[in-house]
Nanobody, 129 residues
Framework: QVDLVESGGDSVQAGGSLRLSCAAS????????MAWFRQALGKEREPVAT????????AYADSVKGRFSIAQDNAKKTVDLQMNRLKPEDTAMYYC??????????????????????RGRGTQVTVSS
């Protein structure tokens, strides 16, 4: 079992920045595909960013590429999402997710389909214009 706890969500104005953090506990060493996805009210889940915890490979949704950055902090055992130049359309509940996977291609497949074994409860990000 892996527990994921998100933090850092807030309300900001367009153009602002936020940093989300995901703390993993339990058998976290079994999950090397870590990701953030989001879901706005009335919309489907949307992948945001993913990282392979051991290789450091990353991938991003086109909608956030160049503005968001995912990174792991091995000392704190967290996976963080730095969000810059936020837009109103970034408003959503943001979830941290994790799944086992030995290959980067497996992580990418999970990312595209938003298919993860574990997820947190989410943290709300609201961007006003």
């Amino acid at each position: 079992q892996v527990d994921l706890v998100e933090s850092g969500g807030d309300s900001v104005q367009a153009g602002g920045s936020l940093r989300l953090s995901c703390a993993a506990s339990g058998n976290a060493y079994t999950t090397n595909c870590m990701a953030w996805f989001r879901q706005a009210l009335g919309k489907e889940r949307e992948p945001v960013a993913t990282i392979n915890y051991y290789s450091g490979n990353t991938a991003y949704a086109d909608s956030v590429k160049g503005r968001f950055s995912i990174a792991q902090d091995n000392a704190k055992k967290t996976v963080d999402l730095q969000m810059n130049r936020l837009k109103p359309e970034d408003t959503a509940m943001y979830y941290c997710a994790a799944a086992p996977g030995s290959m980067w291609s497996g992580c990418v497949s999970r990312f595209r389909n938003v298919e993860y074994t574990y997820r947190g409860r989410g943290t709300q990000v609201t961007v006003s214009s």
